[in-house]
């Protein structure tokens, strides 16, 4: 357990390993303390940590696995890159800034990189097959949430604020006409066909300034029949 603590780890990654039953409430952590993995094996396991009123310096964190754990009240200095991370009964709960949850490579890149975004999205898919829920963000409060890689319908969600889309659902609609009600979410929604998920959560930020009208267009896109009516 650890308290009022601040962690210098630019120059100490964690690697290969179980890394289980930590607390940190409140502390400062100068960078995500993970290498970067070359491959899903070499990927850090944390298990049934704490984060309590923690602040977060520096704008990615690289692929890791993250089981039994709780975040609550996470500072972040700009928007949060999540790359290539799977989750096992994570919850998410308080205040939150801008989060991006997305896969280990973003984009294009040379024919052995392509390679290796193809592994870890193999074994990012048979790890979710025995889970039954990924993330927990019910009680969350972000001021902007991109899911962009868990799946949808592992996520436990706040059904007014947080909408389940399925992908043969949007593929229904035509929602690329210009007065469709997407407010931030086209980008997403383009990605969201492009990636191989079955499924996606989009959230109305509640810290954000726009949020109402956010939740006016979930209650559009609901009644249209693209977000699940819950």
Known sequence: MYRQQNFDV???KLGPGVYADYEFD???FSWPPFAFPR???DR???RRATLINCDLHGQRVNAFI???CLIENLKTQALLWIHGAIF??????GAFGRLMFTEWFVGGGDEETEKRKAIFARADEAYYEHVDWALDIREAEFHECEFRYVPGHLVRRDPETQGLIWRDKLLQHDWN???FPLSGWGVDLDLFIESKLSSVVIVAGKRHPKFKRQLEELKELRELGVVEPD
């Not at 096992?88 to 709960?93: I, S, Y």
Request: proline share 12%.
């Open 10 to 12: 630019d120059g100490a």
């Open 26 to 28: 409140p502390c400062t």
């Open 39 to 41: 491959h899903p094996r």
């Open 44 to 46: 850090p396991v944390v």
């Open 66 to 68: 993250a089981e039994e």
């Open 88 to 93: 096992n009964h994570v919850v998410l709960r």
């Open 177 to 179: 006409r210009a007065d």
